[in-house]
């Protein structure tokens, strides 16, 4: 073997290197501090400055998480289930950042409130076509669970939640103009879609595939915490007396970027496989 | 199934090796097929962890089913299910398009089917296809455990009309509607006979096979079957199956084809350990568990001693 080849498979070996638990640990510690740093910086900052904090962290988790989506596709290309899966997405991701620059522009730069319903806001809604999609596909791939008490348990408390929003947003809404009927349809939208994407992705957590590779179902995880997090956000929106506690859902969305960055670098790093690379190894 | 491995051992121990199995290249391609279709990048990244895990090679993973198997559960736990599905699937369709499989409907729509039962599907129409087409210069040994698996063997043994066809059995009335030229019970051959075995049981066997030769008009070969050798051992005349098997691997009657089957599970161990020289007398032999294979004999010891 020529020097050149050996250098090579000293740069492979790493890659080939079969060690999830060390990897699955620093990503972990990665996580904990990213999400206790972020969350720090927005708890003790001023009242009137978390908007800007949360503006600004926000679009970068969303950036983070968006370029490794780029890195996933670009390296495992659109070809079969996965490929599909994780193309729509990046498309979902690049969508949320799209309107977090939005939401971010109008509050930093033209300093006004976002208007409602916004660009943003739409980006947002069609942002939730490409997540559904991805979260279908993983779901029927890897298989949910079936456990009949589950998903009784899962669709009930889906439904009641849902109820217990809509009914919630149809108390504050008014219904004299068509603007505002538009507004409230966008209002439930939001809580529905999530309860949609909430439904699959518990059944997935709450049936551990306890594989080396799925030990932490990541992605699914990160859904689960914006869904909670939007959830609630349209709920406390409703709510006067909560209204000022709004900034704390944005600790849910960077949290979901930051796990749903983990779990792209874990597709990233164990479940593609570059075929160039090996065909470089061979002498 | 201890008995079995045993018998495997045995055939080592006599340098006997596997024919090929298409099975093998089925499983390959299906695992292939089924993982590609899930993204190439995946399928390269699985395949590698997987050989990493078990630190074997690509080809040696993806013809075992069990190792296969297990290193997806191990690396997806229950996620793994959708690829294995997907390989039996794949594999199903594989074998049918072979003509590999004679599963019904309601087999192949059983959720508890597996892949491993495809593959011993498509080894035992091997099996079946390889005694059908034997050339007519064979003689065969069939290691089996159930009897349905020897009485498909048979009737695919017997299955050319125009041979003459005979079978040695302690029950020649089970295999009436096999449609034979002769059969007769070992009472009958050679009539009431004490351990050892003498020389004139062997003749008379011999005589009996010549017997039947004498009366193939045909261009095809005469085809002989024991449904049961072990009945020799069991009765405590194993010397005498040597020294029958032995001669049959030096002299073969020409245009003759010869199976013998055994009972395995009829054996105790040490008796299985007695069969060494019996089975290595054989061209060729074939397993029924854990899932049918023929194998070829490796280094002739007896027939040209």
Known sequence: ?283 | MKNSSQCLTLLDDLEYFALDSISEDILYRSIKVSLEAVGKTYAKAVIDHICHINQLSEREILTNCELFEDSMYRLFGRGAQSVINKVKVVALRYALTEQKSNLTVPEILDPSLTINDVLKEIRSIEALDFVHKMSSYNHIAYLYSSKVSLSKILSEYFSPRDAPKALLSENPMDYVLFDLTSSISYKELFGPINPPIKEDAITKMRNWIDGIRANNKSNTSTRIAEDDATWWIRNGYTRGLTMLEQSLCKELPEKTSILCAFDISKLKPKQLGAMKSVIGSHDYVIIEEPSHAVYKFGKPIFRYE
């Open chain 1, 1 to 283: 073997m020529s020097n050149d080849n050996v250098q090579k498979l000293k740069k492979q070996s790493p890659k080939l290197y079969f060690d999830t638990r060390s990897v699955r640990n620093n990503i972990i510690c990665i996580l904990i501090g990213s999400i206790g740093f972020t969350s720090v910086l927005i708890i003790l900052s001023p009242y009137d400055k978390k908007a800007i904090i949360c503006d600004i962290i926000e679009p970068l988790a969303a950036t983070i998480a968006l370029g490794l989506s780029v890195l996933v596709i670009y390296r495992q290309k659109t070809d079969g289930v996965m490929g599909k899966a994780y193309t729509f997405l990046g498309v979902g991701l690049a969508l949320f950042l799209i309107a977090e620059i939005i939401w971010s522009y109008y509050e930093i730069v033209l300093e006004i409130e976002n208007p409602f319903p916004s660009i943003a806001d739409a980006l947002w809604l069609i942002g939730y076509g490409p997540l559904l999609y991805f979260v279908f596909k993983m779901y029927r791939f890897f298989g949910a669970s079936n456990s009949r008490t589950h998903q009784l348990f899962v669709s009930v408390a889906g439904a009641v939640l849902l109820l217990y929003l809509i009914s919630g947003i149809s108390q504050t809404a008014d219904f004299t103009t068509q603007g505002r009927i538009v507004s409230f349809i966008i209002s439930i939208s939001y809580p529905t879609l999530d309860i949609i994407l909430l439904i699959p992705a518990a059944l997935i957590i709450l049936n551990p595939m306890k594989g080396e590779l799925t030990s932490i179902p990541w992605i699914f995880l990160a859904i689960l915490i914006m869904s909670v997090g939007d959830c609630a956000f349209a709920y406390s929106s409703n709510v006067i007396a909560l209204q000022k506690m709004n900034w704390v859902w944005n600790l849910f969305f960077v949290t979901s970027y930051f796990v749903t960055s983990a779990g792209l670098f874990w597709h990233n790093r164990f479940f593609i496989h570059d075929i160039k690379e090996k065909e470089d190894l061979k002498v």
